[in-house]
């Protein structure tokens, strides 16, 4: 039987960061099992696509997920980034913005 998971790295990394908008890289890269320097670059992806923003908190860096952004797939329903990770996660995670910047 093949191994497979239903979401990407990507999606399992912002479902990560929409639990804990304070997760460091080695707390995603652990609960992906992958490396450090892959988290890096997924959070990298995600921010530089504007799906989350990062902000330093001291030494440390915090996440807010853009959750109006719409899904990246064509789908005749575009769906936005939050209703997605509010169904998946099972609640309204705590890192989740609206579109005015206001946690929701």
């Known amino acids: 039987m093949s191994s497979w ?4 790295n990507h999606g399992r990394a ?8 304070g997760a460091r890289l080695r707390d995603v890269a652990s609960d992906l099992g ?8 997924i959070v ?3 921010t530089e696509s504007g799906y989350i ?9 915090r996440y807010e997920v853009r959750a109006h952004r719409t899904l ?3 789908m005749p329903s575009q769906r ?3 209703e997605v990770l509010e169904l998946l996660s099972g609640s ?5 913005s609206s579109r005015d910047g206001r946690l929701e």
């Open 80 to 82: 936005t980034l939050g």
């Open 92 to 96: 309204g995670p705590a890192g989740l």
């Open 14 to 21: 912002l479902l990560c960061i929409a639990r804990d908008p």
């Open 53 to 61: 923003l990062k902000s330093k908190e001291g030494r440390r860096n």
């Open 5 to 8: 998971t239903f979401l990407s």
């Open 34 to 41: 992958i490396t450090e320097r892959r988290a890096y670059g």
């Open 44 to 46: 990298s992806d995600l």
């Open 72 to 74: 990246p797939e064509l």
